[in-house]
């Protein structure tokens, strides 16, 4: 019995994954930030008879202290992680902070991928074939990320800022395998494609419409879930792959520069180190 965990677990692409993999026989955990929906969640696993299976943890992975809350629990209770998959965001028509300072997209979508992933790297070590599988967009320009207003505060664009975060999972990516040098995690960056998920978000009128169409021309989840499955039962033996779809993204080239993904973690950890002081 493997142990799944999934942010964004009860929702979309994350929802589907969790009841597959319950209906397989793994063990999975799954976080989320509507009772509501880890209710139903709960009550779809129980009434295929899998719900001793399934944890849903409550947190709002948009706030640093709610990461390190769920990494705390995952590691007390759970020796091994054999997959951890990262599927949480949140589309904001409008710029938002939370209470600890972060823009959200840039705190729910990046900062909560860098705290899991480092967080619970020891336990996936112990798994006999680790994966961590990020869903996002791998590939596109460095051009795409604003290195002196990384959370949009002098010009919001929802659009601009959830395809930077894309980007930052690239070299978040890039530089998890250069932090763990031997590590056995197969790392895979992944866009499924458009999919008929949950779309979840706060939409201004313009953004609501856009999403409708976006719904209509979506493929089914069906279409898109052997994508993630194809990662999870056969990890690439490359420390680091990418995905588009079916189609192999090469992560040796500028987009995935080194130095750029060293940079990033130099600012990441910065940023945390103040979080931590503000919140001492």
Not at 211 to 221: F, I, K, L, S, T
């Amino acid at each position: 019995m493997k142990t799944v965990v999934i942010s964004g677990g009860t929702d979309g692409m994350g929802k589907a994954l969790a009841l597959t993999c319950l209906r397989r026989g793994d063990r999975v955990v799954a976080l989320g930030s509507n009772p509501r929906k880890g209710q139903a969640l709960l009550d779809a696993a129980r009434e295929s008879g899998a719900d001793s299976r399934l944890e849903f943890i409550h947190a709002d992975l948009s706030l640093v202290a709610e990461n390190r809350r769920v990494i705390d629990r995952i590691t007390a209770a759970y020796p091994v992680v054999d997959i951890l998959v990262l599927a949480a965001r949140y589309y904001r028509s409008r710029r938002f902070v939370t209470m600890e300072g972060f823009e959200a997209n840039f705190a729910l979508f990046y900062l909560s991928r860098y705290l899991l992933g480092h967080g619970l790297a020891e336990r996936l070590e112990r798994a006999d074939a680790p994966v961590l599988l990020d869903l996002s967009g791998p590939g596109g320009e460095l051009s795409r990320i604003r290195w002196d207003d990384l959370q949009f505060a002098r010009e919001y664009r929802p659009d601009d800022i959830m395809h930077q975060c894309g980007k930052l999972s690239d070299l978040l990516g890039v530089a998890f395998t250069r932090r763990y040098p031997d590590s056995r995690i197969a790392y895979v960056l992944l866009h499924p494609g458009l999919t008929a998920s949950g779309f979840t978000g706060d939409y201004d009128a313009a953004d609501a419409k856009v999403v409708a169409g976006m719904r209509e021309r979506a493929q089914p989840m069906a279409a898109a879930l052997p994508r993630l499955l194809r990662h999870l039962d056969n990890p690439p033996s490359a420390r680091l792959s990418a995905f588009m779809q079916d189609d192999a993204v090469d992560v040796h080239g500028a987009p995935f520069d080194p130095g750029a993904a060293d940079r990033l973690a130099e600012i990441t950890a910065d940023l945390l180190r103040g979080e931590t002081v503000r919140s001492a």
